[in-house]
């Protein structure tokens, strides 16, 4: 029988000086910023390589968003040491939602998900960013 | 009778360089920041002093956000001239809703809301920060 | 007979909100991604294109920095207009000297200096960056 | 008979995807950043708390620059870990130099030098900012 419990993985991060502003507390989109370190260090510790590497086996040069949002449950501020925990809530075909919880000790400071989609350049213009299908080997890596 | 078409303000912005990321493409979390300094210069532009003279004369700190949400639509990069277009979508008791849309020329780039309170620091702990109700002054200024 | 005066230009930016620090002044490393910002203005104003372009036909990636140094004048906060008035100082060989000067109206609010190159990537490490001579039609351009 | 090796402290951070350019290397403002966040652990090792609890206590709300430097010695990028390693090299009577290097195992990425100084904020005027003479207690502090 098998685990309901997602595969998850913890990002800590001792808030600086410069993340907060002049309100002196985290200036929000901070938030954003970290979620998306800890959306790469859940991918990292499943075994994904850089995008620089798969890049050059597969195309692939990363995961960007489609949606972002995020809950502001409490004010936080430099010198206070955070814990992002990363997960994926769920696998569609060419998206995925990922769910990050930002805590200082036992306090919820701020709550995120993000859609997002594996991508690879568009072979006419490389200016352009096209959405793959999930990769299985990523999908089977990270459950 | 009174026209339904809400107040908005422009905010225009060159991408930089250090705007984008590996992928060469504009950073999500800075439309989030992006946003936020739209949000600012719609309230400047409806005559509401800086936080620093609110403060100073009511109290008032800033306006942090409660939620944020943003749907990504297309790529940009640096160079590239923006506009983002803010406006406040609903006035609540103590919160309201601001709406901003990321245009390059007819093309949009991203569509953000925020949820936002207007907020004084708590008196016996500075550190602490409260929502008050809706200035009515400001919600007059802004409509 | 030439004029010895260095051609320049100007970059404007409102600072913004979340540029500032709890100090409620400009976070200083600003200054120089604002010095760099208005480097790459000196050069589109001069005519070279974007290196995305340049990466293409000549495999130039851009102008990493040797070196940056700064001094910081005078304080400044969001919501004031500032202007960089950006020169190239010295062309070396393989190097060149940027400078720059921040103002508010008359104030100066700091003085930059930035050792620069041009780089292409290595052909064997494409992750190594390789400084080449100046070239000649950008400096023939730009000055 | 005393040493002459000041104090230092360490710095660790890995390398997030955001913080890298369309070159695909670490934009080098993020260095000062770094050393910025590098200094204030340097303090925090030396025992002097926040500056939320200075400024309530003595005034002192932080350690403006006054000037600051880096050479950049070598590309690095995301996922990679550093370390910066921070020192007071000079105290003087107003002002003090900090070094800085930032190392990823044995290469060194960047070296940097701040002059900075102590400061309160001004009894007429609270947005302009004053420097005062180096308080005794930090410098024993930290030597």
New interface residues.
């Given amino acids: 029988m098998s685990s309901a419990v997602a595969r998850s993985s913890i990002y800590r991060y001792r808030i600086?000086?410069?993340d907060?502003?002049?309100?002196?507390?985290v200036?929000?989109?901070?938030y954003?910023?970290w979620f998306?370190?800890s959306a790469?260090e859940f991918f990292?510790a499943c075994g994904i390589p850089?995008?620089?590497e798969t890049e050059k086996a597969t195309g692939m040069?990363?995961m960007?968003?489609?949606?972002?949002?995020?809950?502001?449950l409490s004010?936080a501020?430099?010198?206070e040491d955070i814990e992002i925990e990363s997960s994926v809530e769920t696998w569609n075909t060419k998206s995925f939602v990922m769910r990050h919880v930002a805590r200082r000790g036992d306090t919820v400071l701020a709550e995120g998900r993000e859609v997002r989609v594996f991508?690879v350049r568009d072979k006419v213009d490389a200016?352009?960013?096209v959405a793959i299908p999930i990769p299985e080997y990523i999908r089977a890596a990270c459950s």
Avoid: E, M
């Fill in positions: 600086a000086f410069s907060c502003d002049p309100a002196q507390i200036f929000f989109a901070n954003f910023k998306d370190t790469r990292t850089s995008w620089r040069i990363g960007p968003l489609v949606d972002a949002q995020a809950k502001f004010p501020t430099y010198g991508a200016q352009r960013i």
